[in-house]
């Protein structure tokens, strides 16, 4: 499915796209406001960012097609959300990764891929030496490598950055890691790599922020905003900081100061609606899986290829589902809208009683697609009302039908 060209053009057949020149890093991008720093406009592969930015041109019908053989079933709920796939599992490392975001699947699966040569280089993203938070973009082609990319950096982070790097250096079998807006873009052009072989493994993504709008998260959530080390939307409806002394503080989403919060969030992410990263080959995040799993999608044969190099690591359980979300996201609609922030006694109190009856598993997933698409859909009515036809993709339009919106 993920097969592409293996020739290295001779110059007298260059493609168009070797006269193109990438800008230069902090300067304005096509996408404009939209832009997410996905890294495509960084190479000479801007010339095809009319095309390929997730931000330009939604295409996901034909980008699902193109890589899985077909786009996702609408009459299939589980296809509408999680997107096209063959499987799903909860599944956690017998013997975690130190220092991983979760038990690090993501990460042994890279390594795995190396050692096998199934692979010559990993495109993950490692830290700037200075800054833990700053992301800096690698081809990894070392196991250690890989492993000093993990963890998330819950930034924008300019993973294609690299691309132009993996044809000049002649690697022909590739793994990329990333999330769905450096996916959309990477599928777009991945003919044009010179690759034999492209393999995608994605983590969901959502709520993502610049550098500087991570900063004020933290002042504004923190109890000490220069301690975190890395931090998670929670399951159990909290945000969990976990500090260099290795103490988690636990904060209630229901207690974030929505009003302060509101602008933090990229417009790119505002107006994101590819959360499950649909065009990966697999996809590895948490919220589909009980408290303190991980929760695997397999979409297609590329991805079960690479499941299969760790399964001997992982426990395993199946999927499992409960309660109902739909209250609970109609009630946040118009409370997110006005910017209500509860007193924190209020909001743990809030946060006990819902962990206790609220959505779990898949419904929790979906609960967090639900609100999140529905934010998102206000968001681009409101700014981009001409966009909007066109840029919100018909799964994501059905999600959001299922609710009264404010106007
Ligand atoms: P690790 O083994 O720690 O590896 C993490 C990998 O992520 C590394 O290879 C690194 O290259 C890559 N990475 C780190 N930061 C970035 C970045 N900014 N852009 C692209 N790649 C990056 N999962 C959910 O289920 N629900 C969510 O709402 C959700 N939100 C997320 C938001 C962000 C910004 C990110 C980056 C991830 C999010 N995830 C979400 C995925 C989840 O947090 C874990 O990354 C995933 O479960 C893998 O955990 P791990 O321990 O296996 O990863
Ligand atoms: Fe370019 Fe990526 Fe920004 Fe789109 S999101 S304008 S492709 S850097």
């Known amino acids: 499915m993920t097969a592409v060209n293996s020739s290295t053009p001779s110059s007298s057949s ?33 010339h095809y960012v009319k095309e390929a930015c997730a931000f330009i041109n939604q295409q996901f019908e034909a980008l699902e097609d193109q890589i899985h053989g077909r786009s996702r079933q609408l009459e299939d709920e589980a296809e509408t959300y999680f997107g096209v796939h063959q499987s799903m599992t909860a599944a956690r490392k017998k013997d975690p990764i130190e220092g ?64 132009e790097q993996v044809e000049q250096s002649g690697l022909k079998r590739l793994l990329v890691i990333g999330v769905g807006c450096q996916i959309q873009a990477l599928r777009a052009v991945q003919d044009k ?20 709008g991570l900063q004020k998260f933290l002042e504004t959530t923190s109890r000490s905003p220069e301690t ?9 409806f909290r945000v969990h900081f976990k500090h260099e002394d290795g103490s ?83 009630q946040s609609i118009p409370a997110y809208d006005k910017g209500v922030t509860l007193p924190m006694w209020a909001a743990q109190l809030m946060g006990v009683v819902i962990e206790r009856v609220g959505p779990k598993g898949l419904e929790y997933a979906r609960f967090s697609i639900d609100s999140h698409f529905t934010r998102n859909y206000l968001y681009v009515q409101r700014n981009y009302p001409d966009k909007l036809n066109d840029h919100v993709p018909e799964f994501a339009k059905r999600i959001v039908g299922q609710y009264k919106l404010p106007h």
Request: glycine share 8%; with cysteine; proline share 7%.
């Open 14 to 46: 260059r493609p168009a796209h070797y006269k193109a020149k990438g800008l230069k890093p902090g300067g304005p991008r096509p996408a404009k406001a939209l832009c997410s720093e996905c890294g495509l406009c960084d190479t000479h592969y801007i």
């Open 100 to 163: 991983a975001q979760w038990t690090g699947i993501v990460s042994s699966i890279a390594c795995e891929m190396l050692n096998s040569g199934k692979v010559e280089g990993v495109v993950c993203v490692q830290n700037s030496p200075d800054d833990r938070f700053q992301p800096m973009p690698i081809i990894a082609r070392t196991p250690d490598e890989v492993l000093a990319a993990r963890v998330n950096k819950p930034t924008l982070s300019p993973n294609l950055s690299v691309l």
């Open 193 to 212: 790599l010179g690759l034999e072989k492209l393999y995608v493994l994605g983590t969901p993504c959502v709520d993502n922020v610049t550098r500087a």
């Open 228 to 236: 975190v080390v890395h931090y998670e939307f929670m399951q159990d």
């Open 248 to 330: 988690i503080e636990k904060v209630p989403f229901f207690g974030l100061n929505t009003k302060e919060l509101k602008d933090v969030f990229a417009p790119s992410c505002m107006s994101c609606f590819d959360y499950v990263n649909g065009l990966a080959d697999l996809v590895v995040g948490y919220m589909g899986a009980p408290f303190r799993w991980q929760w695997i999608l397999v979409r297609n044969d590329t991805g079960q290829e690479m499941l299969d190099l760790v399964q001997s690591q992982l426990e395993t359980q199946p999927v499992s589902s409960r309660g109902d979300r739909r209250q609970a996201v109609q």
